[in-house]
């Protein structure tokens, strides 16, 4: 992946190599790294934000509103991902819910030093969290 320095974001937005380290000062936009010699060097997508940045500013935006801006963009991406990993585990729980109802039959036939043994050989987690499952599949019949 390709990174750029900051004359190389001036030529390609049309702005100054001071304007930009300016906007990197006040945390507009954020280098990737830093080379031995201490450049900063900043993604391809800095491109795009310094566009987007420049059109705001057009819009009469200030600096202050541009940055909540991207800091609201930011709380969306991660309050999206948060969803997208709630909504993952709860499909999970329900293909462990789904698993437990066909293990419930087969454990409630096992003797109870077979089940001991079991239990001892999945270890205290795994026993834990079928315990944990065979309960929660008992409330849910109660409750049905």
């Keep these: 992946m390709k990174l750029y320095r900051i004359g190389e974001l001036a030529r390609a937005t049309s702005l100054s190599q001071r304007t930009i380290d300016y906007y990197t ?11 031995n010699t201490n450049y900063r060097l900043y993604h391809i997508e800095t491109i795009e934000r310094l566009e987007r940045i420049s059109q705001l500013k ?7 509103e541009i940055k ?6 930011r709380r969306v991406a991660s309050d999206s991902e948060l ?12 293909q462990l819910e789904r698993d437990a109802k066909e293990l419930q039959p087969m454990l409630e036939k ?13 270890g205290p987690q795994g026993a834990a969290c079928i315990e944990v499952l065979v309960a929660i599949l008992d409330k849910q019949q109660h409750l049905m």
């Excluded at 000062?25 to 080379?35: D, F, H, S, V, W």
């Design 68 to 73: 909540n801006y991207f800091s609201q963009l």
């Design 25 to 35: 000062k006040i945390g507009l936009i954020e280098p990737a790294q830093r080379t």
């Design 110 to 122: 096992m003797k109870p030093t077979q089940r001991k043994s079991l239990l001892q050989r999945i």
């Design 83 to 94: 969803i997208k990993r709630v909504t993952d585990l709860q499909l999970h729980m329900e």
């Design 58 to 64: 057009k819009e009469k935006y200030t600096l202050d």
